[in-house]
């Protein structure tokens, strides 16, 4: 049964370069997605059931966040068995099908693999806590108190409060870099890099495309528990990620040897054509490039934008030093299910659409695969919420609204909870508006689908695009990027004036504007004028 789903599922893509060069991702929050059943929960069958749409939008790729049996402390990001579907979620068999339908219409599907912690629930942790000599107990992080009784080191919990809960039956500590309720695994013990590579192994059996890989940059902790260093106070009440941000991460993350971890994992997925694309909070451009190295991740996602409101020169000059130190190696993202949606943390309304459209058109010329988040392409800001289910809003007496914003239904149509699910939906929002979903903007040509859609038409049309040598064209002002790449020009023009950038050969001809219905005409010479916050695409033949 497994194998011949995979042999199904790789037949008809061509194997001569790996399938994600100039491939477009679409990320699936899978609660939020479609649900079949009626419980209000997304499933894997739900998602089968679009896959036309995916296919219409002309995405290549999808990345499915965790459907795995959980507690669901952190709505899945905290897994009891890596090898099964969460009942939730539907069934192994629901995921065969949507692995071999994806695969039918030429969609890669790749799973989030979850590696710095398990959910407190997986028989591990229960046995490592249960048997505090037994062989289980070093797949964790444990530690003894301070004299006083207190935890290990100063480290916290991007959730909120220090990173250690202490275990009363064996008086030891254990680390957990997010929830209580997910413990940190040691990755210094080779039974868990073992088991990991097993882990792989079998969703590649079943016919996966590649893994998104959470919290890469964590796996690793200093051997000695060293204390982080403080640059900044942290006082009662504060956003748990400021507190967590009032910390250099000298000591919890991006310890050199996780790069060993995905040279280890490349070696297992790479013969299998398996993509590796990981979450990566690295803080400097060159650690970043560390990972996606030959021979480790493939990629790692360009997070430091979904980090930013309205801030055009800190972004561009971001992307260009990010772009330089590894031209393939960066996933261009502008959101994820972690984040206010861009349209919202860029300004709202009609500004927040057309920055996002705009820096969206730069990411797809820059190389390495962009992944949209679920409803992006519809241009959707937040969701209105009626209240909060984010652990991290929940357990930090409201010092956060956490990330339900964006978690809110995917908007299918007009219909009872927008066509997201029969019953009521696990999270409570408000009703989108008939313009914001998929139906209503499939009947309206003018709507952001389309711009998004023909977006991605455009990169398939000019590999150019993301295949070529990139050269940087030098602009007098630092919120306008512009390049060259092969028989493609890029100018994203993200001042508030309109500005004319000189390509340095004529010829050009527009293909992509990113603001409906903006006006430039075909440049004049060597020179290009485009509207404020705008980014064009050329070609010349
Ligand atoms: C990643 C996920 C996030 C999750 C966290 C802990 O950052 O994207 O949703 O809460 O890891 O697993």
Redesign the pocket.
Known sequence: MRASTSEQATAGFDRTEPWWRGAVGYEIYVRSFADSTGDGVGDLAGITGRLDYLSWLGVDALWLTPFYPSPGH?HG?DVSDYCAVSSRHGTLHDFDVLVSEAHRRGLRVMVDI?P??TSIEHEWFARARRDQGGPDRDRYLWADPTPDGGPPNNWLSHFGGPAWTLDEASGQYWCHL?LPE?PDLNWRNPTVRDDFDSILEWWMDRGVDGFRV??AHGLVKDTQLRDNPQIAPVVPGMDPFDAFNAFEHRHDMDQSENVEIFRRWNQVCAPRQAMLLG?VNAPWPNRMARYVGAGALDQAFFLQSAFLGWDPETLLTMVRVMHDAAPHGISWVLS???RSRPVTRLGGGEAGVRRSLAVSTLFMALGGTPFLFQGEELALADGVLRDYHDPVSVRNDGATSG?DGCRTPMPWDSSAQNGFSAGDPWIDSEPRLPEQTVAGQQADPDAPVHRYRSLLDVRRQHPDMWRAPLEWIETANPQVAALRRGTIAVVANLSERRTSVRLGSPGWEPAFTSQQGSRFDTPAHDTVSVPPETTIVLTRE
Do not use: M, P
Request: hydrophobic letters at 20%; glycine letters at 0%; a negative charge.
């Open positions: 952190d990001y979850v710095n912690h997010f997910q959470d919290v979450e994820n299910h972690d990330r």
